[in-house]
Protein backbone atom coordinates (compact mmCIF):
# COMPACT_ATOMS: atom_id res chain seq x y z
CA UNK A 1 0.00 0.00 0.00
CA UNK A 2 1.03 3.41 -0.68
CA UNK A 3 -0.07 7.02 -0.66
CA UNK A 4 -0.18 9.28 -2.91
CA UNK A 5 0.68 13.10 -1.98
CA UNK A 6 -0.43 15.85 -4.29
CA UNK A 7 2.02 19.06 -3.70
CA UNK A 8 0.34 21.90 -3.93
CA UNK A 9 3.27 23.78 -5.19
CA UNK A 10 2.46 22.99 -8.74
CA UNK A 11 -1.26 24.32 -7.78
CA UNK A 12 -3.11 27.11 -8.88
CA UNK A 13 -2.88 29.24 -5.38
CA UNK A 14 -5.62 31.22 -6.66
CA UNK A 15 -7.91 28.45 -7.12
CA UNK A 16 -6.60 26.29 -4.09
CA UNK A 17 -9.83 24.96 -2.69
CA UNK A 18 -10.85 23.93 -5.75
CA UNK A 19 -8.13 21.84 -6.58
CA UNK A 20 -7.71 20.55 -2.70
CA UNK A 21 -11.20 19.49 -3.83
CA UNK A 22 -9.99 17.72 -6.74
CA UNK A 23 -7.23 16.04 -5.49
CA UNK A 24 -9.14 14.20 -2.92
CA UNK A 25 -11.50 13.23 -5.52
CA UNK A 26 -9.18 11.09 -6.90
CA UNK A 27 -8.11 9.52 -4.20
CA UNK A 28 -5.73 11.15 -2.32
CA UNK A 29 -5.79 11.42 1.39
CA UNK A 30 -2.50 13.51 1.86
CA UNK A 31 -1.53 16.65 0.71
CA UNK A 32 2.21 18.04 0.65
CA UNK A 33 2.62 21.32 1.48
CA UNK A 34 5.90 23.02 0.79
CA UNK A 35 7.30 25.69 2.93
CA UNK A 36 10.26 27.77 1.75
CA UNK A 37 12.14 30.43 2.94
CA UNK A 38 14.67 31.82 0.54
CA UNK A 39 18.09 30.74 2.47
CA UNK A 40 17.54 26.76 2.86
CA UNK A 41 16.82 26.99 -0.40
CA UNK A 42 16.49 29.45 -3.59
CA UNK A 43 13.05 30.33 -3.62
CA UNK A 44 9.99 31.44 -1.39
CA UNK A 45 6.74 29.96 -1.08
CA UNK A 46 4.20 30.32 2.45
CA UNK A 47 3.88 29.75 5.65
CA UNK A 48 1.84 29.78 8.44
CA UNK A 49 -1.85 30.92 7.69
CA UNK A 50 -1.64 29.33 4.20
CA UNK A 51 -1.56 26.15 6.36
CA UNK A 52 -4.16 27.30 8.70
CA UNK A 53 -6.88 28.64 5.89
CA UNK A 54 -5.67 25.13 4.41
CA UNK A 55 -7.00 23.53 7.86
CA UNK A 56 -10.22 24.98 7.89
CA UNK A 57 -10.42 24.14 4.05
CA UNK A 58 -10.20 20.47 4.38
CA UNK A 59 -10.16 17.34 6.30
CA UNK A 60 -6.90 15.74 4.14
CA UNK A 61 -3.48 15.15 5.96
CA UNK A 62 -1.81 18.23 5.69
CA UNK A 63 2.11 17.00 5.26
CA UNK A 64 3.89 20.41 5.85
CA UNK A 65 7.38 20.20 3.95
CA UNK A 66 10.09 22.66 5.80
CA UNK A 67 12.97 23.34 3.44
CA UNK A 68 14.17 26.60 5.96
CA UNK A 69 17.26 27.35 7.66
CA UNK A 70 16.76 26.54 11.57
CA UNK A 71 13.67 24.75 11.44
CA UNK A 72 13.66 24.24 15.26
CA UNK A 73 12.24 27.41 15.80
CA UNK A 74 9.43 26.87 13.88
CA UNK A 75 8.41 22.82 13.26
CA UNK A 76 5.70 22.93 16.53
CA UNK A 77 4.27 26.15 14.85
CA UNK A 78 3.25 24.26 11.85
CA UNK A 79 1.48 21.37 14.25
CA UNK A 80 -0.63 24.15 16.00
CA UNK A 81 -1.35 25.77 12.38
CA UNK A 82 -2.87 22.70 11.81
CA UNK A 83 -0.05 20.38 9.89
CA UNK A 84 -0.47 16.70 10.43
CA UNK A 85 3.35 15.87 9.61
CA UNK A 86 6.25 18.04 9.49
CA UNK A 87 9.21 17.25 8.12
CA UNK A 88 12.74 19.16 8.68
CA UNK A 89 16.42 18.63 6.79
CA UNK A 90 19.04 16.73 8.34
CA UNK A 91 21.06 19.39 6.69
CA UNK A 92 19.79 22.23 8.15
CA UNK A 93 19.55 21.48 12.23
CA UNK A 94 22.23 19.99 14.26
CA UNK A 95 19.86 18.70 16.97
CA UNK A 96 17.42 17.07 14.88
CA UNK A 97 16.30 14.32 17.20
CA UNK A 98 15.22 16.92 19.63
CA UNK A 99 13.21 18.60 17.07
CA UNK A 100 11.45 15.51 15.78
CA UNK A 101 10.79 14.59 19.28
CA UNK A 102 9.04 18.18 19.89
CA UNK A 103 7.04 17.39 16.54
CA UNK A 104 5.64 14.32 18.34
CA UNK A 105 5.14 15.99 21.43
CA UNK A 106 3.18 19.02 19.79
CA UNK A 107 0.94 16.10 18.14
CA UNK A 108 2.43 15.62 14.92
CA UNK A 109 4.09 13.03 12.98
CA UNK A 110 7.64 14.05 12.69
CA UNK A 111 9.77 13.58 9.44
CA UNK A 112 13.47 13.76 8.53
CA UNK A 113 14.13 15.39 4.91
CA UNK A 114 17.39 14.42 3.33
CA UNK A 115 19.16 15.66 0.17
CA UNK A 116 19.93 14.01 -2.78
CA UNK A 117 23.76 14.31 -2.36
CA UNK A 118 23.53 13.82 1.23
CA UNK A 119 24.74 10.45 2.68
CA UNK A 120 21.65 8.09 4.76
CA UNK A 121 24.06 7.96 7.53
CA UNK A 122 23.32 11.38 8.66
CA UNK A 123 20.13 10.11 9.36
CA UNK A 124 20.52 6.68 10.76
CA UNK A 125 20.91 7.83 14.03
CA UNK A 126 17.56 9.80 14.38
CA UNK A 127 15.63 7.12 12.57
CA UNK A 128 13.92 5.87 15.87
CA UNK A 129 13.09 9.36 16.30
CA UNK A 130 11.14 10.04 13.09
CA UNK A 131 7.82 8.59 11.96
CA UNK A 132 8.86 9.15 8.39
CA UNK A 133 11.77 10.39 5.93
CA UNK A 134 11.65 12.26 3.24
CA UNK A 135 13.90 11.18 0.84
CA UNK A 136 14.59 14.08 -2.02
CA UNK A 137 14.83 12.79 -5.48
CA UNK A 138 15.38 16.28 -7.18
CA UNK A 139 17.32 19.10 -5.34
CA UNK A 140 14.89 21.12 -3.22
CA UNK A 141 13.46 24.35 -4.09
CA UNK A 142 11.20 24.03 -7.41
CA UNK A 143 8.64 21.88 -8.70
CA UNK A 144 8.92 20.09 -12.30
CA UNK A 145 12.50 18.73 -12.13
CA UNK A 146 13.65 16.20 -13.22
CA UNK A 147 13.86 12.52 -10.94
CA UNK A 148 17.65 12.23 -9.98
CA UNK A 149 18.27 8.36 -11.44
CA UNK A 150 20.26 7.18 -8.36
CA UNK A 151 17.43 7.47 -5.88
CA UNK A 152 16.11 4.60 -6.41
CA UNK A 153 19.24 2.91 -5.48
CA UNK A 154 19.21 5.41 -2.06
CA UNK A 155 15.65 4.58 -1.35
CA UNK A 156 16.43 0.67 -1.75
CA UNK A 157 19.11 1.05 0.94
CA UNK A 158 16.78 3.20 3.08
CA UNK A 159 14.14 0.69 3.21
CA UNK A 160 16.90 -2.15 3.82
CA UNK A 161 18.31 0.17 6.95
CA UNK A 162 14.59 0.48 8.63
CA UNK A 163 13.77 -3.08 7.87
CA UNK A 164 16.66 -4.55 9.28
CA UNK A 165 15.93 -2.62 12.21
CA UNK A 166 12.44 -3.28 12.34
CA UNK A 167 11.36 0.45 12.50
CA UNK A 168 8.17 1.94 11.88
CA UNK A 169 9.27 4.65 10.00
CA UNK A 170 7.68 5.43 6.32
CA UNK A 171 9.17 6.36 3.49
CA UNK A 172 7.76 9.23 1.54
CA UNK A 173 9.91 10.60 -2.11
CA UNK A 174 9.74 13.77 -3.28
CA UNK A 175 10.57 14.63 -6.75
CA UNK A 176 10.05 14.23 -10.26
CA UNK A 177 7.34 11.28 -9.49
CA UNK A 178 5.60 10.70 -12.64
CA UNK A 179 3.69 7.41 -14.55
CA UNK A 180 6.76 6.98 -16.11
CA UNK A 181 8.38 6.17 -12.63
CA UNK A 182 5.62 5.18 -10.06
CA UNK A 183 6.06 1.96 -10.01
CA UNK A 184 9.55 1.52 -9.69
CA UNK A 185 9.32 4.04 -6.74
CA UNK A 186 6.98 1.88 -5.08
CA UNK A 187 8.73 -1.66 -5.56
CA UNK A 188 11.80 -0.22 -4.24
CA UNK A 189 10.03 0.41 -1.19
CA UNK A 190 8.41 3.86 -0.82
CA UNK A 191 5.18 4.48 1.13
CA UNK A 192 4.17 7.86 0.23
CA UNK A 193 4.90 9.36 -3.20
CA UNK A 194 4.88 12.79 -3.63
CA UNK A 195 3.55 14.60 -6.85
CA UNK A 196 3.39 18.14 -7.81
CA UNK A 197 3.73 18.75 -11.81
CA UNK A 198 2.64 15.56 -12.62
CA UNK A 199 -0.32 15.82 -10.85
CA UNK A 200 -1.43 19.78 -10.91
CA UNK A 201 0.66 20.16 -14.34
CA UNK A 202 -2.34 19.37 -17.34
CA UNK A 203 -5.37 20.63 -15.52
CA UNK A 204 -6.84 17.46 -14.71
CA UNK A 205 -6.06 16.73 -11.05
CA UNK A 206 -8.85 14.06 -10.19
CA UNK A 207 -8.02 12.21 -12.93
CA UNK A 208 -4.04 12.43 -12.48
CA UNK A 209 -4.41 11.29 -9.10
CA UNK A 210 -6.35 8.13 -10.22
CA UNK A 211 -3.68 6.74 -12.74
CA UNK A 212 -0.72 7.84 -10.46
CA UNK A 213 -2.67 5.75 -7.91
CA UNK A 214 -3.35 2.77 -10.76
CA UNK A 215 -0.10 2.77 -12.00
CA UNK A 216 1.72 2.60 -8.59
CA UNK A 217 -0.31 -0.35 -7.32
CA UNK A 218 1.80 -3.74 -7.21
CA UNK A 219 -0.90 -5.96 -7.91
CA UNK A 220 -0.14 -9.76 -6.06
C1 LIG B 1 10.68 20.43 -4.36
C2 LIG B 1 9.48 20.19 -3.47
C3 LIG B 1 8.58 19.15 -4.00
C4 LIG B 1 7.90 19.56 -5.30
C5 LIG B 1 7.63 18.32 -6.10
O1 LIG B 1 11.49 21.35 -3.76
O2 LIG B 1 9.90 19.75 -2.20
O3 LIG B 1 7.62 18.76 -3.06
O4 LIG B 1 6.71 20.26 -5.09
O5 LIG B 1 7.19 18.70 -7.36
P1 LIG B 1 7.31 17.72 -8.61
O6 LIG B 1 6.47 16.50 -8.29
O7 LIG B 1 6.80 18.53 -9.73
O8 LIG B 1 8.77 17.35 -8.76
ZN1 LIG C 1 8.37 18.81 -0.91
Given at each position: MFEIAPSILSADFARLGEEIGAVKAGGARLLHVDVMDGHFVPNITLGFPVIA???????????????????????????????????????????????????????????????PATPLVALEEALPFADYVVLMSVNPGFGG???????????????????????????????????????????????IVVAGSSVFGAGRPTEAVKELIEKGTIWV
Amino acid sequence: MFEIAPSILSADFARLGEEIGAVKAGGARLLHVDVMDGHFVPNITLGFPVIASIRRATNLKIDAHLMIDEPSRYATKFVEAGADMVSVHVEADAHLQRTLVSIREAGGRSGAAINPATPLVALEEALPFADYVVLMSVNPGFGGQRFIETSIDKLRRLRRMIDERNLPTRIEIDGGAGLENIKEIVEAGANIVVAGSSVFGAGRPTEAVKELIEKGTIWV
